[in-house]
Each structure stands twice: as structure tokens, then as C-alpha cells.
């Protein structure tokens, strides 16, 4: 659990400093790190409906940070998703990939994780 934390520590504190991938530029390995939450719920079987839990985080408060750019979160990490998945959600029927849903009712995978 610490190091879906720490990597989704990683991913929010970047996107809300402006420091977001673009194209095939990724300095701060920001991909790797969302690959490496989708792998750790996956190989848990962790159920944990990601929208929510980054709704939660964007309303944590700190003296010296606040998150921001949540819809372009969002989207990155779908589009990791969809990446790793190596299809479109309409394509995903019955395999060991059918275990990610995304936010946003867009499915990338199984109906119980990342919501």
C-alpha cells in the first residue's frame, strides 16, 4: 500500500507543478509509476475504485502543496491503462486484463478496480 502511495505522491506532485509527459518525453518516469500502481493492484487483486481514491487525495490540504490538474491525472492515467491493456475499452471482454476499470465509467479492464 506504501508504494501506491508514494508513486501516486509522485504522479499528483508533478502534474501540480506543470511537470506533465508529453509525447514520448516522460524525465521523470511518471509513466513507470502509474504502470507501477495498475501492477500492484492487479497482482493483489485489490479492488480500490481509483477515482475515488484520487477525489480523496485532491482533497487533502497541506500548508505547502495543493494538487491541481486533476482532469489531465485523469486522463494520464487512463491512457497508461489503456497503453498496458493494449486495447480500447470496448475491446476488453474476458481476459486476465478485464480486472482494471477506470474512472469516469470508462472500463480498461475488470469491474472492480480503479472504479
Not at 52 to 57: A, G, P, V
Not at 88 to 112: A, E, F, H, M, N
Request: glycine share 8%; hydrophobic share 40%.
Amino acid at each position: 500500500m506504501l508504494a501506491i502511495a508514494d508513486k501516486l505522491d509522485t504522479i499528483l506532485s508533478f502534474f501540480s507543478v506543470g511537470l506533465i509527459p508529453s509525447g514520448s518525453n516522460d524525465p521523470y518516469a511518471l509513466r513507470r509509476a502509474t504502470q507501477g500502481v495498475v501492477r500492484i493492484l492487479d497482482a493483489f487483486g485489490w479492488h480500490i475504485a481509483m477515482d475515488e481514491l484520487i477525489d480523496s487525495l485532491y482533497a487533502l490540504k497541506f500548508d505547502s502543496l495543493t494538487y491541481e490538474n486533476k482532469a489531465e491525472v485523469m486522463d494520464f492515467i487512463k491512457a497508461r491503462v489503456d497503453k498496458m491493456m493494449g486495447s480500447t475499452p470496448k475491446d476488453i471482454k474476458g481476459s486476465r486484463s478485464c480486472r482494471i476499470k477506470l474512472c469516469c465509467g470508462g472500463y480498461v479492464g475488470s469491474s472492480k478496480v480503479l472504479s
